[in-house]
């Protein structure tokens, strides 16, 4: 069974950034697609990013395209997501996840963003 956590994240100021971590128990790591989602207070689970297996592609939604960057690291097993230009809705519990809907993820790591 597959075991994902987070860390990394934090209070931070707008304009401010973060870089999330990701340690991955999975035998099969580097041939699986690796995402990060995320969820506000009260709202449902938000994709923010996809990574390919060898990390050749990379994909982001529209609210954190050009500020947020996903890699990995697949000699340690790791999946990472470095946040730029945050701003106040960033904030939000992050997760990695093994497939785009969240449905297997870690346990989550809250940014927020505030002055």
């Known amino acids: 069974q597959v075991q994902l956590v987070e860390s990394g994240g934090g209070l931070v100021q707008p304009g401010g950034s973060l870089r999330l971590s990701c340690v991955v128990s999975r035998s099969t790591f580097s041939d699986s697609w690796m995402y990060w989602v995320r969820q506000a207070q009260g709202k449902g689970l938000q994709w923010v990013a996809t990574?390919?297996?060898?990390?050749?592609?990379?994909v982001y939604s529209d609210s954190v395209k050009g500020r947020f960057t996903i890699s990995r690291d697949n000699a340690k097993a790791t999946v990472y997501l470095q946040m730029t230009s945050l701003k106040s809705e960033d904030t939000a519990v992050y997760y990695c996840a093994t497939d785009a809907l969240g449905t297997t993820r870690g346990k989550g790591t809250l940014v927020t963003v505030s002055s």
């Open positions: 990574i390919a297996p060898d990390g050749s592609y990379t």
